[in-house]
C-alpha cells in the first residue's frame, strides 16, 4: 500500500456577468477579429462588486466538497491560491475557511499567479502524504479584472474572473490512483515580463497587470513543453499514455503549440479559454471541473494538469484520478 494524495471532487464557480469580445470593442480599441484570432478567447466573465475571490473560492469549495461528500468539518487543509486576495491580509484560505463553517484548520493562500493551483497542489500533495491533514481544499480563484488598466488593449482583453476547487484525500491505495508526480519551477530574473506594477510595499497601492506578451508566449512554450516532459519522465509514461491534459487557459495558440511539441492531439486537451479567457490560477481547477462534470475525465484516466505565469513561475502534476 502507498499512502497518495487523490482526487476526490472538483467544483467551480463563475460570476453572474459574461462580457463578449465584441461588449470589449465598445469600451478598447479591439475587435472580436483581433481577440479570437491572436488568443481563441469570445467571453470572459466579470465579477460584481458583491463577488470576490473569496466568495468565488468558497462557492467552488462547496461544490467540491459535495463532489467529494463531505462536510467542511472533515477538511484539514485548505490552500487559497490567487494574485488577487480580497485583501492583502488575512489570507483569503481563511476568508473561505469563515465562508464554509470550516472548523481550526490550515488555511494559507499561495501567489505563483498563473501556476498558483499547481504550486498549491504540490504542497498539498507533500502535507497530505506527511499525514499534515486527511482532506484538503486547493483552490484556485481570482478575480483579475480588479487589477486590469481597462485603458491597456494589450492585456484587458486577456483574462476573466472564476474560481475552480479540488479536493485531495490522503488515502492508502494498492494501484496507481492519485497524484504521482509534480514539478515546479521559477524564474525570478523575468518578474518584469509580467507584474502588477503596485503593491502594499512599494506604491501602497494595488496597481495594475503589465506584461511583454510576446515574450511570454514564448517562455510559455518552451517551458511547458519542457516541464510537461519532466513530469511524464518521472512516472515513466508517454505522450500516447496520457488520456487528458488541462492546460493553463491563457492562450489558444499557446496550448496547441504546446499539444504539439510534445505529438498530443488537439481531441485530449480540454480548452475553456474560449470561454473563460485567462483566470490565472482559477484556469486549471475550472477546466478539470468542466471536463469532470460533462463526463470526459473519469475514474481511472490519466490526467496531466500544466500552467505557466508571472515570476516566471511554472509547474505540472500527473495524476490517475
Ligand atoms: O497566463 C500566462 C500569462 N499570459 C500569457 O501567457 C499571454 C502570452 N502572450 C500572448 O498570449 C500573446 O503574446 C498576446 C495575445 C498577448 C499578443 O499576441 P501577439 O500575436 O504576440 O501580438 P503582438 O503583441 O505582437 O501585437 C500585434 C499587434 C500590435 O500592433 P503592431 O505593433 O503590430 O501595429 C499590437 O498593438 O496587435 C496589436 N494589439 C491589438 N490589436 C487589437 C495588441 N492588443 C490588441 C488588441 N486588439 N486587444
Known amino acids: ?81 490567487t494574485a488577487t486576495p480580497d485583501n492583502t ?42 499525514g499534515a491533514a486527511k482532506h484538503a481544499l486547493v483552490i484556485g480563484s481570482e478575480t483579475f479584472s480588479r487589477i486590469l488598466d481597462w485603458e491597456d488593449r494589450t492585456t484587458c482583453v486577456l483574462f476573466g474572473d472564476g474560481a475552480g476547487a479540488a479536493v485531495l484525500s490522503a488515502k492508502d491505495v494498492d494501484d496507481d490512483q492519485g497524484i504521482l508526480a509534480t514539478r515546479l519551477h521559477a524564474e525570478g530574473q523575468y518578474c518584469d515580463m509580467l507584474y502588477v506594477d503596485g503593491g502594499p510595499s512599494t506604491t501602497g497601492t494595488v496597481g495594475h497587470v503589465r506584461m511583454q506578451g510576446r515574450e511570454v508566449f514564448r517562455h510559455a512554450v518552451t517551458n511547458l513543453a519542457s516541464v510537461l516532459g519532466e513530469v511524464m519522465a518521472d512516472v515513466g509514461l508517454s505522450a500516447d499514455q496520457i488520456d487528458w491534459v488541462v492546460p493553463h487557459q491563457a492562450n489558444k495558440r499557446i496550448i496547441d503549440a504546446t499539444a504539439k511539441k510534445l505529438g498530443l492531439p488537439a481531441e485530449r486537451v480540454v480548452l475553456t479559454v474560449d470561454q473563460h479567457a485567462n483566470t490565472s490560477a482559477a484556469s486549471v481547477p475550472l477546466a478539470l471541473d468542466l471536463a469532470v462534470r460533462d463526463g470526459r475525465i473519469k475514474r481511472g484516466d490519466l490526467v496531466v494538469l500544466e500552467a505557466m505565469g508571472g515570476g516566471f513561475t511554472w509547474g505540472a502534476a500527473v495524476l490517475r484520478v
Open 1 to 81: 500500500m502507498t499512502l497518495r494524495a487523490i482526487l476526490a471532487g472538483t467544483g467551480s464557480a463563475l460570476p453572474r456577468t459574461r462580457v463578449s469580445n465584441a461588449e470589449l470593442a465598445t469600451r478598447v480599441d479591439t475587435s472580436d477579429e483581433w481577440i479570437v484570432e491572436r488568443t481563441g478567447i469570445r467571453f470572459r466573465h466579470i465579477a460584481e462588486p458583491d463577488e470576490t475571490t473569496a466568495t468565488l473560492g468558497a462557492d467552488a469549495a462547496k461544490q467540491a466538497l459535495a463532489a467529494a461528500g463531505l462536510e467542511p468539518a472533515d477538511i484539514g487543509l485548505i490552500i487559497v491560491a
Open 89 to 130: 491580509f488575512p489570507a483569503s484560505a481563511t476568508k473561505v475557511q469563515a465562508i464554509l463553517g470550516a472548523p481550526d484548520c490550515i488555511a494559507f493562500d499561495v501567489a505563483a499567479v498563473c501556476s498558483g493551483f499547481l504550486y498549491a497542489v504540490s504542497v498539498a500533495d507533500s502535507m497530505l502524504r506527511t
